[in-house]
């Protein structure tokens, strides 16, 4: 069975930092662009940041460049979102999907149950 599992998620204080893990299972994701996706309540769904199936190529969302930073272990089959210097506004449910395509992306063909993210004092 094809699976995607977030986790990682939290209550942090603004200012602090978290770490987002994706594990696949059913499949490997060597071929695959993973993206994070976020929505926060009473909002549409936002796409976060995008990793190439090879790791070389990121792209990130305006409202989280430079403070987050997404990576990949193919080897562990999982992919990371490194959030630093949250802020209230970073609070949403987080979500990791697969892509159709290894280099961008697109027709996100397979996503997980999401993680919570609540940034708060």
């Known amino acids: 069975q094809l699976q995607l599992v977030e986790s990682g998620g939290g209550l942090v204080q603004p200012g602090g930092s978290l770490r987002l893990s994706c594990a696949a299972s059913?499949?490997?994701?060597?071929?695959?662009?993973i993206g994070w996706f976020r929505q926060a309540p009473g909002k549409e769904r936002e796409g976060v940041s995008c990793?190439?199936?090879?790791?070389?190529?990121?792209n990130y969302a305006n409202s989280v460049k430079g403070r987050f930073t997404i990576s990949r272990d193919n080897a562990k089959n999982t992919v990371y979102l490194q959030m630093n210097s949250l802020k209230s506004e970073d609070t949403a449910v987080y979500y990791c999907?697969?892509?159709?395509?290894?280099?961008?992306?697109?027709?996100?063909?397979?996503w997980g149950k999401g993680t919570l993210v609540t940034v708060s004092s």
């Open positions: 059913g499949f490997t994701l060597d071929n695959y662009a």
């Open positions: 999907a697969r892509s159709s395509y290894s280099s961008t992306c697109s027709r996100m063909g397979y």
């Open positions: 990793i190439r199936s090879n790791g070389g190529i990121t």
